[in-house]
């Protein structure tokens, strides 16, 4: 089991830029692939990134593509996700997720993924 906390969110005008981090607890971080996911008011969970238990694969949503990098130490079991040139629509609570399921590669689909964390919020202004 790994538990997740999710930090690095908050207010900052279109066209900057955040960094989200993701602290897992547990010494088995490595055995996960990772995922980052948001969630706007009214809307359903969406698939952001994805990164393998090693790092050597990355997976992006196609909004997020050229703009957002996934990344991960697995010797600090954290994982990030650097957001630039960010939108409005880039609003949203962001979580980030651990998929035990997946060994090589990654995975845009929420239903691999079984651990959470309990989000942060990322706000943009126009």
């Known amino acids: 089991q790994v538990q997740l906390v999710e930090s690095g969110g908050g207010l900052v005008q279109a066209g900057g830029s955040l960094r989200l981090s993701c602290a897992a607890s547990g010494r088995t971080f490595s055995s996960y692939a990772m995922g980052w996911f ?14 393998s238990r090693s790092g050597a694969n990355t997976y992006y949503g196609d909004s997020m593509k050229g703009r957002f990098t996934i990344s ?5 079991n954290t994982v990030y996700l650097q957001m630039n040139s960010l939108e409005p629509e880039d609003t949203a609570v962001y979580y980030c997720a ?11 689909d929420i239903s691999n993924y079984d651990y959470w964390g309990q989000g942060t919020q990322v706000t943009v202004s126009s």
């Not at 948001?38 to 990134?49: D, H, I, L, S, W």
């Not at 991960?72 to 600090?76: G, L, T």
């Not at 651990?98 to 845009?108: K, L």
Request: glycine share 4%; no cysteine.
């Open 98 to 108: 651990a998929d035990r399921f997946t060994y090589y590669s990654v995975s845009a």
């Open 38 to 51: 948001r969630q706007a008011p009214g809307k359903e969970r969406e698939f952001v990134a994805a990164i």
């Open 72 to 76: 991960r130490d697995n010797a600090k």
